[in-house]
T-cell receptor, first 113, second 115 residues
Framework: GEDVEQSLFLSVREGDSSVINCTYTDSSSTYLYWYKQEPGAGLQLLTYIFSNMDMKQDQRLTVLLNKKDKHLSLRIADTQTGDSAIYFCAESRASGGSYIPTFGRGTSLIVHP | NAGVTQTPKFQVLKTGQSMTLQCAQDMNHNSMYWYRQDPGMGLRLIYYSASEGTTDKGEVPNGYNVSRLNKREFSLRLESAAPSQTSVYFC??????????????FGSGTQLSVL
């Protein structure tokens, strides 16, 4: 199975909240990340959370981390059409003394009026 | 503010042809990475360079070679392109390197088609 798992699609109405979920495998990951990819573009870091935190809030974004269950979620409040994109969860996985960024398959968020 | 620059943006190759994808960053970052993105597969790491002068294999290195030319530049070479290498390729960099958990900065990608 996949190491970093996400659902592939999420559809929401404009103004509603969106919640994108992710599970990861490496309990040694110090940071966990959310990246956003808009059509035809590279990925941009959206937010990240340090592993000793349970929650991080940044304007409309809320990241929740359940380290026991290795579960990460991204909540976008008041979702707008401009939030339509692919969202990638990522962990930094320990590998021979290095930390290699490892990504999930991405969740396509579709926001409709 | 150029960040990470990849060239070319688009490329079409015939099976068996070779080509080099170029990547340069102007942020004085230590580590650089090459990923490929396929539909429904997310990003898979091909090779990375933890620091100038070093390179290591990632998850899917077969059919590729890399060169860390200097601190700024990290190129990806396909010696004999195959249709299975049709993908979007992303270069990325990070500041302090793979010894710490660092966020990545990405280029805008190269769309490669191998016929």
């Amino acid at each position: 199975g996949e190491d970093v798992e996400q659902s592939l699609f999420l559809s929401v109405r404009e103004g509603d909240s969106s919640v994108i979920n992710c599970t990861y495998t490496d309990s040694s990951s110090t940071y966990l990340y959310w990246y956003k990819q808009e059509p035809g573009a590279g990925l941009q870091l959206l937010t990240y959370i340090f592993s000793n935190m349970d929650m991080k809030q940044d304007q409309r974004l809320t990241v929740l981390l359940n380290k026991k269950d290795k579960h990460l979620s991204l909540r976008i409040a008041d979702t707008q059409t401009g939030d339509s994109a692919i969202y990638f969860c990522a962990e930094s996985r320990a590998s021979g003394g290095s930390y290699i960024p490892t990504f999930g398959r991405g969740t396509s968020l579709i926001v409709h009026p | 503010n150029a960040g990470v620059t990849q060239t070319p943006k688009f490329q079409v190759l015939k099976t068996g042809q070779s080509m080099t994808l170029q990547c340069a960053q102007d942020m004085n970052h230590n580590s650089m990475y090459w990923y490929r993105q396929d539909p429904g597969m997310g990003l898979r790491l091909i090779y990375y360079s933890a620091s100038e002068g070093t390179t290591d294999k990632g998850e899917v290195p077969n059919g590729y070679n890399v060169s860390r030319l200097n601190k700024r530049e990290f190129s990806l070479r396909l010696e004999s392109a195959a249709p299975s290498q049709t993908s979007v390729y992303f270069c990325a960099s990070s500041e302090f390197g793979v010894a710490t958990n660092e966020k990545l900065f990405f280029g805008s990608g190269t769309q490669l088609s191998v016929l």
